[in-house]
């Protein structure tokens, strides 16, 4: 399932874009950057602050890895991710004209991490 939400972060001055891809049982993916503005149509050429590509899983993907509450899949999670990543993801998708071509590059990258971290491919 593909979600994109946007809330308010840092006492809000800021706003927290994300787009999320679920896919029980396994759990979720997520992409994630930072706006420091409240501008509702989100130019590209406004800086933002790539924040994360993660994944949120029910079962752990390496030895002594914890759990932590989860906001995107029911109960704890498995959690990892990478601030790096998201900044490479937000290079790459910055090309692409804002909306809906946008939001489908990120979940088509999205679906295409899902698989490659849980083996899996994400059901309807």
Known sequence: MRTKNARPVDGGRGVEREWLVTGPPHGAVRFAVLDYSDDPEWPLER????GDVGYHST?????????M?????????????SSLM?????NAVKGYPEGE??????FRMLERF???TFGA????
């Open 121 to 124: 491919e994400v059901g309807p």
């Open 114 to 116: 899902f698989t490659e």
């Open 59 to 67: 079962a752990p993907h390496y030895e002594g890895q914890t759990t």
């Open 47 to 50: 800086p933002v602050l790539p």
């Open 86 to 90: 998201a900044d490479d993801w937000w």
């Open 101 to 106: 071509a946008r939001d489908d590059a990120i």
């Open 69 to 81: 509450d989860c906001a995107f899949i029911e109960g704890r999670c498995y959690y990892d991710g």
